[in-house]
């Protein structure tokens, strides 16, 4: 496992080398907040046509060999990202980076839930918290690295992300490539059997709290560069405490998968403060309130979501639910886009707070209440 998580955080330092930066990057290079939601939804797309075949690899095949071609499908698409020779080279790069996150996505995480043992919901919860924390305190590293070459040299953000996804190949190769230990049972039946967990309550509360993010996630750094540079990395480096502690306030208040609705109500409240919120103090806290609560809300609904699917198939139906994530952000992303780009950047993050409101509706409904309270120990 630990060599899983060294995985998870090589990742997420690479990542974080661009995602500190790229909105702006994208804007100072001569291309318009609107066609960055253009590219956000080809990313998307990208990642919703991939990803069940990446999953069904890693489950009924190897684990090793889909992360090996998703590592390698990234370092390619930040290759065509460094070169930046046009919009449509552009879109490649997105959609090449989009197949690259669906190999690894699901995937990465499944290697440790898939290591726990005594499955139950508030464990998940726990796992995807640790997770969550260690991946956060790579980014700290990674956008401190990010911001700065964007400072001095701003092509040079591609450059380290490839270094750090290049340690992350290398992590990779240490691996034993589990092959899929289950009794093979046809595919047919293999994919009915994810899908049906797929259309669970919980994996449609998943969706939309991974939706709910695209608002303040996609605008959030025009937000504060209007401040200045230095700013930004305040918020960079907020963004990463955020969810590195609140998984942990989790665990300290004993918040349990049960408290569901409560958190997505929280959720709501914040994002409206964030979308109304004037002066870098004011910013500033109301970006990492709205971070750490969403971090929260996304740890427990994995929790609910993980904790009916059985090993042999959890790739593929987190997968499946990625799937109809990516196109509800594919169709967001260039409305929020366009909404902050005309209207102000205040009015493209309200759209947040709707879809926080129907994971509280959800969190609600009698079924999803049920079945929580079955559930044992707090996080």
């Known amino acids: 496992m ?7 955080m090589l990742s997420a330092a690479g990542v974080a080398c661009f995602a500190s930066v790229d909105v702006i990057y994208f804007q100072a290079v001569g291309y318009s907040l609107a066609f960055v939601g253009v590219m956000t939804a080809v990313f998307n797309i990208a990642v919703t046509a991939a990803e069940l075949p990446f999953a069904i690899l890693f489950d009924r095949y190897s684990n090793k060999l889909a992360l090996q071609l998703g590592n390698l499908l990234r370092i390619v698409a930040f290759v065509l990202f460094f070169l930046n020779l046009n919009e449509p080279t552009l879109l490649l790069a997105q959609v090449t980076a989009g197949v690259a996150v669906a190999a690894m996505s699901g995937t990465s995480n499944a290697l440790v839930v898939n290591e726990i043992q005594a499955i139950d919901a508030n464990r998940i919860a726990a796992a995807f918290g640790r997770i969550s924390y260690l991946a956060a305190s790579a980014g700290i590293l990674g956008g401190a690295i ?53 259309r669970t309550p919980h994996a449609w509360l998943l969706v939309v709290t991974n939706a709910a993010a695209v608002a303040p996630f996609l605008l959030w750094q025009i937000k504060f560069d209007q401040v200045s540079l230095v700013f930004l990395a305040f918020g960079y480096i907020g963004l990463n405490a955020a969810n590195i502690f609140g998984p942990l306030i989790l665990r300290v208040l004993k918040v349990r998968v049960t408290h569901v609705a409560a958190v997505a109500a929280l959720n709501v409240v914040a994002a409206i403060i964030f979308a109304i919120a004037d002066g870098a103090v004011f910013i500033w806290v109301a970006f990492i309130l709205h971070v750490a609560l969403h971090g929260a809300l996304q740890v427990l609904v994995s929790g609910l979501f993980h904790e009916g699917i059985p090993n042999s198939i959890r790739a593929t139906a987190g997968s499946i639910v990625s799937m109809a994530d990516s196109l509800i952000v594919a169709m967001v992303a260039p409305v929020v886009a366009i909404v ?40």
Request: proline residues 2%.
């Open 340 to 379: 902050g780009q005309n209207f102000g950047i205040g009015w493209g993050v309200t759209a947040s707070a709707m879809l926080y409101l129907a994971v509280l509706v959800g969190g609600l409904h009698r079924g999803v209440r049920v079945e929580a309270e079955e559930v044992g120990e707090g996080v």
């Open 146 to 198: 990010g911001i700065s070459f964007f400072a001095v040299w701003p092509q040079g953000i591609w450059v380290a992300a490839i270094a750090f996804f290049v340690a992350a190949g290398v992590a990779i190769a240490t691996f034993r490539d589990t092959k899929a230990d289950i009794v093979k049972i046809p595919l047919r039946s293999f994919l009915g059997q994810a899908l049906g967990t797929a």
């Open 2 to 8: 630990k060599r899983a998580y060294a995985f998870i």
